[in-house]
């Protein structure tokens, strides 16, 4: 089969589609028929990310990819919620591929009225949105709701999620995305090339901060005395981990939250991303689509930050 792979680490100019073997389900997994999966922060920064190895041993083949969706092509023991010829979508490890093998805690059913790029474009996104807004926001209706990165793959199904919670949206984005961003729910958008969001007037009950591009001594300002930031993504490694590690400790002076995460998959939350993507209340921004090959120009389109939604690769 065919299979996006890399040895060491370095830009997207190490990927290389290449003939490999056909995977095997272990006990507990799922083989897939991949159809479609998508690009994310986690897969170049891993892939970039240099890892210490014994002097003169070669570097170990590497296959990026989590987001997938396709069809069930077999199960391996223990397997009792899927079968051969089930449509799914979810996490695995290897997604730009063939096939490729996911825990079966980590998948449920594509809704039938979702296409498969649709579905690939969800599962991390979407969860990062889900988990942010709900379990880590405590987001509740009336409430309003600032998100810092609107326009990009966790803020369009954020945008979407916070209206669909009964929220007052305001997204941040560029100024060729202000409508777009409008269009998918947003009561109030700012062009961030012409406002700084922390130096306005309003003040928010949650801010969904997706690029971690101000200090929090700045977002403090437009937070209400109890207010949250919740920080799910960030332009770097270190601004992330800032936020995750200096977050809590500013957390405990005083009465406003401040909480860094990285979503985690199960099949409850994958379940309710389903049910909102059949009803129709969130669907799938696709910004462009790849085939298996372009992999590595997808990954440097994605590394610019500039995509609208979900940049998803087509598997044929």
């Given at each position: 089969?065919k299979a996006i792979?890399?040895y ?5 100019d190490?990927?290389?589609?290449e003939?490999?073997?056909k995977?095997?389900?272990?006990d507990?997994?799922v ?19 240099p ?20 069809v ?18 979810g996490?695995c490890?290897?997604a ?6 996911a ?12 296409t ?11 969860l ?10 405590k987001?509740?209706?009336g ?14 199904f954020?945008?979407?999620?916070a209206k ?8 941040v984005?560029?100024?060729k ?12 958008v700012?062009?961030y ?7 306005g007037?309003?003040?928010?009950d949650l801010i969904f901060d997706?690029f ?11 937070m ?12 770097t490694?270190s601004?992330?981990?800032t ?6 400790m500013?957390?405990v ?5 401040f909480v860094?995460?990285?979503a985690k998959f ?13 009803s ?11 085939k ?9 389109y994605?590394t ?6 979900k940049v ?5």
């Open positions: 089969m792979v890399y060491g680490h370095g830009s997207p190490i990927l290389k589609c003939e490999i073997e995977p095997a389900p272990a507990g997994e083989l897939i028929k991949v159809r479609a999966a998508s690009v994310n922060p986690l897969d170049w920064r891993m892939m970039s990310m890892i210490p190895r014994l002097p003169f041993s070669k570097p170990q083949m590497k296959r990026p990819g989590v987001d997938v969706a396709g069930v092509e077999g199960v391996g023991q223990g397997v009792t919620r899927f079968k051969a010829g089930d449509e799914v979508f996490g490890r290897g730009f591929a063939d096939y490729a093998c825990a079966e805690t980590k998948l449920v059913m594509k809704p039938q009225n979702v498969f790029e649709e579905a690939a474009a969800v599962p991390v996104a979407g990062t949105a889900l988990q942010g807004l709900r379990d880590l926001g987001l509740q209706a409430q309003k709701v600032l998100i810092n990165g609107a326009s990009g793959g966790v803020g369009t954020g945008v979407q999620m669909a919670f009964g929220a007052e949206v305001t997204g984005c560029s100024t995305n202000l409508e777009m961003v409008r269009s998918l729910g947003a009561d109030r700012i062009d090339t012409r406002e700084d969001f922390t130096k007037g309003q003040q928010y997706l971690a591009n101000h200090s929090m001594a700045e977002c403090t300002r437009v209400t005395p109890k207010g949250i930031c919740v920080t799910a993504g960030a332009l490694v601004g992330m981990l936020r995750m590690v200096a977050g809590p500013r957390s002076l005083g009465s406003q939250k860094g995460f990285i199960n099949k409850d939350d994958l379940n309710a991303l389903g049910e909102l993507l059949e129709g209340k969130v669907k799938a921004v696709i910004d462009r689509c790849y298996l090959a372009e992999v590595p120009e997808a990954m440097r994605a610019t930050f500039h995509a609208r939604g998803v690769i087509t598997v044929a």
